[in-house]
């Protein structure tokens, strides 16, 4: 079965970096786009970043664009968000999805906290 596991979340400093792994299994992971998404307190979850198959494609928040890299290495099933020039507004559980045959598969989250 799919799993998606999440890590690399923490607390750090306003302007700082934190970088966030998702190991992935149960799927072909060369072949799928892969999503981070994040919800912060007393909102709905909201898109990221996205990466193609290859990693060749890639698209981001307007909120996080010039800052966060997402990035892929299928040999190891993993996706990365190197988060830089954080802000408290990030703030948040981050999360990898993958789309696949139509169903969202989620990870349990990582929690980051940004403080000012």
């Known amino acids: 079965q799919v799993q998606l596991v999440e890590s690399g979340g923490g607390l750090v400093q306003a302007g700082g970096s934190l970088r966030l792994s998702c190991a992935a299994s149960?799927?072909?992971?060369?072949?799928?786009?892969m999503d981070w998404l994040r919800q912060a307190p007393g909102k709905e979850r909201a898109f990221v970043a996205t990466?193609?198959?290859?990693?060749?494609?890639?698209y981001y928040a307007d909120s996080v664009k010039g800052r966060f890299t997402i990035s892929r290495n299928n040999a190891k099933n993993t996706v990365y968000l190197q988060m830089n020039n954080l802000k408290p507004e990030d703030t948040a559980v981050y999360y990898c999805?993958?789309?696949?045959?139509?169903?969202?598969?989620w990870g349990q989250g990582t929690q980051v906290t940004v403080s000012s």
């Open positions: 999805r993958v789309v696949k045959g139509g169903s969202s598969y």
């Open positions: 990466i193609n198959w290859s990693g060749y494609s890639t």
């Open positions: 149960g799927f072909t992971f060369g072949t799928y786009a």
